[in-house]
């Protein structure tokens, strides 16, 4: 399980975000490389908010087994149907092909615990959101798909699996303490979840 939920790694997937981007913006199609970048960004940013409101507040939510949603599930999510938009155009496929990757690694962060089914479930939402969203935005890719795309994607991915950002201790980090003001928030911090 390991070397699957090791493709949605941080370490991996933001250099396959942006040498998609580079190879959109390169190949005249700007719209594209935008929405890409934006819907990604945005579902990331989405994510982090997520995990440090978590985090952070974590007595409020401990009751129902939330302590950080799955920024792994997202990531594949977003990525794998964002892709699969910006090759057919077709908001369907994208939905589907983002739905898939979510269960993929879904799964496997389930089979790891490292995170619950409502993490999980919370992920793959944010990440499918995010890929629909980019699909309705993008426009029509051009008359020339870019087919190759999906070859720099998989080589990106694998030359550098296995690679990993500390990510959520550096998320952790920034939410111990930060909502002690709000008293339902306060509570013990002193070790990651």
Do not use: Y
Not at 35 to 58: D, S
Not at 130 to 147: E, K, Q
Not at 176 to 182: K, N, T, W, Y
């Amino acid at each position: 399980m390991i070397f699957l939920t090791d493709f949605a790694d941080q370490a991996v997937i933001l250099p396959v975000v942006a040498a998609i981007a580079v190879i959109l913006a390169a190949s005249g199609w700007r719209r594209g490389a935008f929405f890409w970048l934006l819907a990604i960004g945005g579902t990331f940013g989405v994510m982090l908010v997520l995990k440090f409101g978590f985090l952070a507040c974590r007595p409020v939510f401990s009751p129902w087994t939330l302590r950080s949603p799955s920024g792994h599930t997202a990531a594949a999510a977003v990525v794998a149907g964002g892709l699969a938009a910006v090759l057919t155009g077709r908001t369907n496929v994208s939905a589907v092909v983002a739905a898939f990757a979510a269960l993929l690694i879904g799964f496997s962060r389930l089979e790891l615990g490292f995170h619950s089914v409502v993490e999980v479930i919370i992920g793959g939402a944010v990440g499918i959101a995010g890929a629909v969203i980019l699909s309705r935005f993008l426009g029509p890719p051009p008359v020339r798909r870019p087919v190759w795309l999906l070859s720099v994607a998989c080589v990106t991915a694998f030359l550098l699996h296995g690679v990993r950002l500390p990510a959520e201790a550096a998320i952790w980090h920034a939410a111990s303490g930060a909502l002690d003001f709000i008293p339902a928030c306060r509570g013990d911090m002193s070790a990651p979840p």
